[in-house]
């Protein structure tokens, strides 16, 4: 098992232009998470999905959507990125919200020039 | 939003005992207390996990007083390799989920 995949590993982007991050994990969990963390900090709740078909704001949702595109995949979307963007992003997947072991991919590290 | 307060950092030696603690005062009945730990460039590692009194796995213990405003996760017999930074969370949902700043151990030979 592959456990949760994020692509790309590395991205580099001028301020204004969009992309997306992907997000799959093999483990058959129902919920999916996405995360930024900046320099020296914690990470920071964008938004979650509970079960697929559901998607909801965390702490920093804006400038940010998101897609659960089937149970296994969890997408996050720039539209329009922002020099304030520049940070790692880790998307997590758990069994359960909250009370359960939430497991981590390696991350995205997004540099908005 | 449970907040959490933890040390910004601590120092410890190879084989001792490390208790790191982490105060939440509004802490919720249906919050749970989660501990990660994260080396550089990497993902948050799930450590323990508990909702009252005593908890322990094969890596560490975690401690919870009755009125659960605080807990402290304990790292018996450090070695090099848990240099890393220690997050407390605490949540009853997703939504609720917040990291904090975390506590950096640094293990001294």
């Known amino acids: 098992n592959a456990g949760v995949t994020q692509t790309p590993k590395f991205q580099v982007l001028k301020t204004g232009q969009s992309m997306t991050l992907q997000c799959a994990q093999d483990m058959n969990h129902n919920s999916m998470y996405w995360y930024r963390q900046d320099p020296g900090m914690g990470l920071r709740l964008i938004y979650y999905s509970a079960s697929e078909g559901t998607t909801d704001k965390g702490e920093v949702p804006n400038g940010y959507n998101v897609s659960r595109l089937n149970k296994r995949e969890f997408s996050l979307r720039l539209e329009s990125a922002a020099p304030s963007q520049t940070s790692v992003y880790f998307c997590a997947s758990s069994g359960l919200p909250v009370a359960d072991t939430q497991y981590f991919g390696p991350g995205t590290r997004l540099t908005v020039l | 939003l449970a907040k959490t307060t933890q040390p910004i950092s601590m120092d410890s030696y190879e084989g001792q005992e490390v208790n790191i603690t982490c105060s939440h005062n509004n802490i919720a009945t249906n919050d749970y207390i989660t501990w990660y730990q994260q080396f550089p460039s990497q993902g948050p590692r799930f450590i323990i996990q508990?909702?009252?009194t005593k908890v322990t796995n094969e890596v560490a213990s975690l401690f919870i007083p009755a009125d659960r405003k605080s807990s402290t996760l304990s790292l018996p017999r450090v070695s090099l390799s848990d240099t890393a930074v220690y997050y407390c969370?605490?949540?009853?949902?997703?939504?609720?989920?917040?990291f904090g700043s975390g506590t950096q151990l640094t293990v001294l030979p």
């Open positions: 969370l605490v949540g009853g949902s997703a939504r609720q989920l917040t």
């Open positions: 508990g909702y009252k």
